[in-house]
């Protein structure tokens, strides 16, 4: 059972619409990443944060999506205006630090731009 | 361009039989980590190997780390249906000022009775 919950599990947005997935990390975890992974399983690298400071993000996400971890509420990630090729799962994940360590994912939130 | 990649998109077995799924990766890493994605849930790791291990035990799972031809196995033995997933390895990869986790394709192994 994942320690990391995301909410929602599904949602169904139109294009242009705004679409918002939260996570709350594991307890004590101050690493938080954020995955797109596609139909094909393969996975993009978002955003990630320690504790509210955001690490490293790329140039996608810079554009359209916007995060937040901010301190005592569930990590965001938003998509301000969604296109069809946002559909896909985002996985939120999170970890006691940024590299070399196990990753705990979530179950994901299933994006449908339709 | 994939730093890290399974060699198979595919493999099924009956159970009992085992399994190996191979990964071969392209930049020099301090750690590799196999993950198993079951339908619906997300990714949980199996095992996380270092640069200087060779080999990593986890119960029915071994895995496997040969920096020198950089490629890694992860072998399941007395498989069940319960192991039908889709694997992934992943390696840590130095971008920008911090590393995020880089993972492989996937192979589905699937696990029939």
């Known amino acids: 059972n994942s320690k990391v919950i995301q909410t929602p599990r599904y949602l169904v947005k139109g294009q242009g619409q705004k679409a918002k997935m939260r996570c709350i990390p594991e307890?004590?975890?101050?690493?938080v990443f954020w995955y797109q992974q596609n139909k094909n399983n393969e996975f993009k690298f978002l955003i990630n944060f320690q504790n509210q400071e955001v690490l490293q993000q790329i140039d996608m996400t810079e554009k359209r999506f916007s995060a937040e971890c901010p301190s005592n509420s569930p990590c965001s990630l938003e998509i301000q205006s969604s296109e069809a090729g946002d559909s896909a799962l985002y996985l939120c994940?999170?970890?006691?630090?940024?590299?070399?360590?196990?990753?705990?994912f979530g179950e994901g939130s299933r994006l449908i731009v339709v | 361009s994939q730093l890290a990649e399974e060699n198979l998109w595919a493999l099924s077995v009956h159970e009992g039989e085992s399994v190996t799924v191979n990964c071969s990766y392209k930049?020099?890493?301090?750690?590799l980590q196999w993950y198993r994605q079951k339908s619906g849930e997300g990714p949980a790791q199996l095992i996380l190997?270092?640069?200087?291990?060779r080999e990593k035990r986890n119960g029915r799972l071994r895995a496997t780390l040969d920096t020198s031809s950089q490629s890694s196995s992860l072998s399941i033995t007395a498989t069940r249906c319960e192991d039908t997933a889709v694997y992934f390895c992943?390696?840590?990869?130095?971008?920008?000022?911090?590393?995020?986790?880089?993972f492989g394709t996937g192979t589905t192994v699937s696990v029939s009775p």
């Open positions: 992943a390696t840590d990869s130095l971008t920008g000022g911090g590393r995020a986790l880089i």
């Open positions: 930049t020099s890493i301090t750690a």
């Open positions: 994940a999170s970890s006691l630090q940024n590299s070399g360590n196990t990753l705990y």
């Open positions: 307890k004590g975890h101050p690493v």
């Open positions: 190997i270092r640069s200087n291990e």
